[in-house]
C-alpha cells in the first residue's frame, strides 16, 4: 500500500503543469533583451533632446543677434566675435557684415543720385568642443545706413 501511494504521488507530480529550468532561462532572456532595448532607446530619446536642446538655444541666440542688426537701419554692425553661455550651454558667435552690390557700374553712371547700399548679414552661433563642434548659421539683407557728412551733423547740433 505504501509503495502503490509513493507511486501515485510521483504520477501526480508527472502530471502536474509546471516550467522546466530551460523555459525559466529563456523566458529571462527574452525580458532581459525586452529591457536592453527599452534602456537603449531611452538614453537615445534623452540625447536627442538635450541636442535639440542645444540647437533651440543657438537658434534663439543667432535670431536674437540678428534682431539687434536689424531694428535699427542706423545701427552700425562690425564684424563681431563673441561667447554667450544660455540654457547651460557655452556658445560662441560670429558676426559677418558683406556689402553686396545693388547695381552694376554701368547703372551707377546713369543713376548717380541712388545712395543706397545692399549688406548681407551672416550670424553663425557654435558650441560643443572643438573635435565635435556644430554650428548653426542665419543670414538676411539690410538696407545700409546712408553715409552722412560729420560736418553737416556738427552743424546742426551747433545750432541753437
Request: glycine residues 4%; positive net charge.
Amino acid at each position: 500500500m505504501l509503495l502503490q501511494r509513493s507511486r501515485r504521488q510521483c504520477v501526480n507530480a508527472f502530471k502536474q503543469r509546471g516550467f522546466t529550468l530551460l523555459e525559466v532561462l529563456v523566458a529571462m532572456t527574452l525580458i532581459g533583451f525586452g529591457l536592453a532595448v527599452a534602456f537603449t532607446a531611452v538614453s537615445g530619446t534623452a540625447r536627442m533632446d538635450e541636442k535639440m536642446t542645444d540647437h533651440s538655444a543657438a537658434m534663439a541666440l543667432a535670431r536674437s543677434k540678428l534682431d539687434e542688426a536689424l531694428a535699427n537701419s542706423e545701427f552700425v554692425l562690425a564684424n563681431d566675435y563673441g561667447e554667450d553661455h544660455y540654457s547651460g550651454t557655452d556658445f560662441g558667435y560670429r558676426i559677418q557684415l558683406r556689402p553686396v552690390p545693388i547695381l552694376s557700374p554701368e547703372q551707377h553712371v546713369r543713376i548717380r543720385t541712388f545712395k543706397r547700399k545692399l549688406e548681407k548679414i551672416d550670424i553663425e552661433v557654435f558650441w560643443g568642443s572643438k573635435d565635435a563642434r556644430q554650428s548653426y548659421t542665419l543670414s538676411s539683407y539690410r538696407v545700409s545706413p546712408l553715409e552722412t557728412n560729420s560736418a553737416a551733423i556738427n552743424s546742426d547740433v551747433a545750432r541753437p
